[in-house]
């Protein structure tokens, strides 16, 4: 029972002002990349399979877990608390360190993608842009520091960045089904769907690589919870919004996917600009130029309400943290007028503005987009890890008190067989994000940026946490 004192105690001066809804479309901008509908369409038709095993293997262990967890545990922090209780100061400050960092190489990728979608908006005059670094850098923080200047002065109004993103999401989705299906129905689909070609090749190394970027697709849903103390009656609204939001985000994945190969041969979906891609090709077959210019905006937006939507909720894990000294006292400020982490956010802005700086340097557009992907996937992925494995150690600590809901199903044989599969699906990922992409340039070089890059920041976190601790 003395779980929440602790966790009330990093609620002190922000305001709740997220509802089920508001939580539904932050799980949606958040977790719900289109992107990943580009990249997942490489893989052909087997990707449609991939995507239903991704469901099964961690999307509904993740979504069970985060539900219980944050019963028990229900205060600002997230998978950093969680980890805390059940493995103690240390592991606590790694998982919630790791999930912050992770995040600082996430925002690069994602801002490159905005960037390189908007392109599409001026068409064929402005993609020479495209491998620019300086406009690449220009856009990306420009965009950025709109975002973090509009969470600084209040997530009641911040909020309405991913609330809007989410719902730009779902209408790209809408554009996508109506015109693949009126493409479909009058010329026929441009790749094939035979029972043959559904059936995922797991002999293929670049098959089980491919799930373990559909398993990142549907991480997130432990992201609502860091932001406990700003959620209205936590109890109640979490769950009836990861239900929600899980339906809708598994739905347009697969569907997506789908409809995309429909639009675009297999092998023709360009990684980063995919969805202009076939939006543009379907305004083409059915003589509607003016969907391409509809979709890419939308797709633009959809990108902007996610990153609004990470930038938001994961500040919240070193403004805990600083709270409790392991990482500077300053970090744990909020404003005074506007109830935010104010300092937090600043201070994670101007990192990223050095890693954008870095990221599109010395390297092609695309393979900085995919390092930073995986150096993202690898950090990550390791609060994934401490999450999973808190399942049962919290649910045995629970054992004989009221403290938060038995949510995940089968007694004790539910909890391992859930924990157990996300676990062993999550670390596949941390190892496949390791390995370069086919092509790349200097395999070596990858690797060593990705290894290196993950561990330089874990024992970086590790400096802060013992010298602070002393």
Known sequence: ????????????????????????????????????????AQMGPSSLVLWLLAVVIFFIPSGLTVMELSSRLPGEGGVYLWSKSAFGEMHGFIAGWTYWVNNLFYFPGLLLFISGAFLFLGGSEWL???????????????????????????????KWIQNIGAISTAAVFIVLAAGGTWAWIRYGSATGF????????????????????????????????????????????LPRAMVISGLVISSIYILGTGLLMVAVPEGQVDVISGIPQALAAIGERISLPGLAFLGTLLVVISSTGGLGAWVSGVARVPYVIGIDRYLPESLGRTHPKWGTPHVALISQGAIVTVLMFAAVADSTIEEAYIMLLDLAIILYFVPFLYMFAALPV???????????????PGGTFGVWLFAGLGFAATLLSVVLAIIP??????????VLKVCGGAVLFIVAGLVFYHRNRR
Do not use: C
């Not at 995922?200 to 860091?226: D, I, K, Q, R, Y």
């Not at 992409?437 to 070596?444: F, L, M, R, Y």
């Open 1 to 40: 029972m003395a779980m929440e004192p602790e966790s009330s105690r990093h609620d002190g001066g922000l305001h709740r002002t997220l509802g089920v809804m508001d939580l539904v479309f932050l799980n949606v901008a958040a977790i719900l990349g289109i992107r990943w509908l580009s990249t997942a």
């Open 128 to 158: 020479h842009l495209g491998d620019s670094a300086y406009y690449n850098a220009a856009f990306s923080l420009t965009l950025l520091w709109i975002v973090i200047g509009t969470n600084v002065i209040g997530l009641k109004r911040g």
């Open 194 to 237: 035979t029972a043959t070609e559904l059936v995922p090749n797991f002999t293929s190394f670049s098959t089980v690589t491919f799930f373990a970027t559909m398993t990142f697709a549907f991480a997130g849903l432990e992201l609502a919870p860091a932001m406990g103390g700003e959620i209205i009656d936590p109890s109640r609204s």
């Open 394 to 408: 919290l649910r045995k600590k629970a054992n004989g008190s009221n403290a938060g809901v038995n949510l995940v």
């Open 437 to 446: 992409p086919a092509g790349s340039e200097n395999p070596q070089m990858f």
